[in-house]
């Protein structure tokens, strides 16, 4: 090996990295306990550190987990009842058009509907069996045209009725499929008819299964025209808005709603939107181990404190090895090597127990909770050289201090 | 032919209170092969002018051609550079790593000196082979006698071929038959010519070299060979 020349015409003093690796790991070996002790309180932060970050990854993957594709693109808006009912509605049926105008709505429709506790009194006249008692209290829609899809819905027998009925203010009924069964309709190509509050209505249509959870009311329930059912039914202003939405815009359209539906006054509709899975994960993250975060931090500090102490007494002890080496032509800088090198090793260490012990840490809790642990690669390996990090940080002021020890005096030994 | 070693009027001088002036106008020339020993009391210099010759202290004043090689005015690494590749250290106290192999202790002596890694091993034998230690690779310095601890001392400062062997006090921890061994292997070093410098404050062992230099109050004087058997013994502890 050729060493690099100076003007004096010797070659400077250096030290292979496998040389240097090996001085390093020796200087750890030779106090073993020392060694495992000083690691303990990086063990203890860095476990900290990885089991809570991995935890709070598990449980944040549960609870986006619940909220499925579907879920996420369903807006559903709640208007208020007006004062008295001489009032302006809080919201107008035109207004629906300006809402399904924003980019991301891919269905709307509104309906008013009779008050939980005073459905409407429905009949059917195609009834024989005297057996059956004749009157069902069924809740009644009143709603626009594009319900099914708003819905998530589709037609089962006939047909849904279209913007010429609601403009005649036709008296056409669909029926949901459990109010069908109920009143034991089961076909429309005869043209039955249901009484409701009294009214006859032409029922044209009956529902499929409702996609969507939370308008499973309309399966048991009779729906109209919303002009049909304002003039002869008394069903009110609209005072439900249901959207569906592209994937992922459900909350920005939940955002925009209020103020497209009444502009002059946002509060009266109350909107519900899935909750962001994003802001769920994090708002776990927060309250969960927000303290154990503070804390593992904490030991990692305790643990880099250990370290930089342990080793600046390894620096004094070994003053003597120290000038051993400067007689046998190490230069500082390879004296500062060897103790950071050691340093880091040791926090190394810390951080490679510290993550197989947070790892085994998150497998145990998931598993006694029932959960899919979630471990993240860049937490596995970016644990270790956290540790790895601590170390070096710890190590720079002893090995500093060793780099600077004149060789005449370190021979002579630690004071 | 160079001279290994070329002082000329050295002086080292301790800013303590009181100053103390340790070396005082040191001239001294050792040429290859010569054996040295400086003779003087307890505080009379001796390792102080051990550190100068080692590159491990600066003098004062004057200076110190090495190898033909002026050192004082050198920046710290190329004389660490210097230290490592041509001298080899022999202490007293051994300054053996006592939980390194005797192997491994010797091949610390290559570590920093560019020596190819991969017949580290065999020079190392080498080396121990030469000063007897041959059957004791595997020992740590701890399972050693004295003696056996400073051949292997001597051993780690051969294997980088010093031109100059320095050794302070060497025998100053052994006991009368283990100093014979150390002695006998100077003698063989000096005849396979090996430059040797060896201080110490025993009559005895300063005998065995072939030249002595006497050094009290941080002064040099060269001992005439003939004036050898006159030489009274020096009092223990004597003056500063
Ligand atoms: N760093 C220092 N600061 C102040 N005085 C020093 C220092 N080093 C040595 N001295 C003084 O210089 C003088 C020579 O010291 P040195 O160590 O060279 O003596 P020595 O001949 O090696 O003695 P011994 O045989 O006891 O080892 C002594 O008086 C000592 O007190
Ligand atoms: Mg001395």
Known sequence: MIGRRRLSGIPISRLDARDLAGEALAGIGVRPARTALTVLATVLGIGTLVTTLGVSATAGNQIAGRFDAVTATEVTVDVAVPASPDSPPAVRWEALDDLSRLNGVTAVAAYAKTAAGSEASVRANTVRDPERVLDRALPVAGSTATLPDAARTGIALGRFFDAGHIARRDRVAVLGAQAAEQLGLSRVDNQPAVFVAGTPFVVIGILAPIGRADQQILAGSVIVPFTTGDETLHLGPLATVVITTALGAAPLIAQQAPAALSPNDPAVVQVHAPPDPAGLRTGVADDVSGLLLILGVVSLVVGALGIANVTLVTVIERTAEIGLRRALGARRRHIAAQFLLESTAVGLLGGIAGASTGIVAVVVISVARDWTPVLDVRLAAGAPLAGALVGLLAGLYPALRAARMQPVDALRGPA | ?240
């Open chain 2, 1 to 240: 032919m160079t001279d290994i070693i070329n002082l000329a009027g050295v002086s080292r001088m301790f800013a303590s209170d009181p100053p103390v002036a340790a070396l005082t106008d040191v001239n001294l020339r050792v040429r290859p092969g010569d054996y040295v020993s400086i003779v003087g009391p307890s505080g009379s210099g001796k390792s102080t002018l051990l550190n100068i010759l080692g590159l491990l202290d600066l003098p004062d004043s004057g200076t110190y051609h090495l190898e033909g090689r002026e050192t004082t005015r050198l920046d710290d690494v190329t004389r660490t550079a210097l230290r490592g590749a041509r001298l080899g250290f022999v202490f007293q106290s051994f300054h053996l790593l006592a939980h390194r192999d005797v192997m491994e202790n010797v091949m610390l002596g290559d570590l920093y000196t560019g020596g190819r890694r991969r017949d580290r091993r065999e020079r190392a034998t080498a080396a121990l082979d030469r000063v007897g230690m041959g059957h004791r690779l595997h020992f740590r310095p701890g399972h050693l006698s004295g003696g056996e601890r400073q051949r292997v001392a001597i051993a780690r400062a051969l294997i980088g071929t010093p031109a100059l062997l320095l050794c302070d006090e060497p025998t100053g921890n052994l006991d009368s038959v283990n100093t014979a061994a150390v002695l006998d292997l100077f003698d063989d070093l000096r005849a396979a010519g090996t430059t040797l410098v060896v201080i110490t404050h025993d009559e005895t062992v300063s005998r065995r070299a072939g030249r002595r230099v006497r050094i009290a109050d941080g002064r040099l004087t060269e001992i005439p060979v003939a004036a050898e058997v006159t030489v009274p013994l020096p009092v223990l502890g004597g003056t500063r």
